[in-house]
């Protein structure tokens, strides 16, 4: 007897190998960029950032499948993702040279969350790397989309003068970093 596809919420879950644990974690993602949209629909100073999330959303389903399936995220896609970083960082100048809190307004907070998830589908497929082998321009994607959601979060609290919260480690040593850093820790 055939199995009632109403009790399958996804048709790889009992597999052993990392891959699933990869697409479900960049379902998530793509789910928590869709969270971001209520909140900039009616914001005037958020139109571009929905613009680009409006974008990046199928791109980040595109990254789920690329694995299992064929690989769907071109240089194109890496290149534009590229240029909209560089936009927000030169849109927000000194306020990304540290590190800062996760909060502020909603869409930040939120678009913090979309960074957080985007890293954890960067480590979600390193463990893939471990099992076969992954073509290196979706580390690439993964990361720089990271980066990209932590500049997007600092643009929308400069956007409604949000002040940024830096935080500065007890466990590590400082050091000045030149250039443009990134929300690595």
Known sequence: MKKDIRFSCYPFMWEKSSCVDYEIRTDSLTTRIGTVFPTLVDDASGQLVLEDLRRIQPLAYHANGSVRGKLAITFEDLQWLSDRYDFYVGEVGEAIQQFVLPQGIESAARLHICRSEAKKSYRALHKVSEEREVD????????????????????????????????????????????????EI
Not at 151 to 168: L, S
């Open 136 to 183: 290196e321009i979706l580390f690439d994607f993964l990361g720089l989309l990271a980066n990209v959601f932590f500049v997007m979060a600092v643009y929308m609290n400069q956007q409604h003068q949000q002040e940024e919260i830096p935080f500065i480690s007890k466990c590590y040593p400082t050091k000045k970093k030149k250039g443009v850093t990134t929300n």
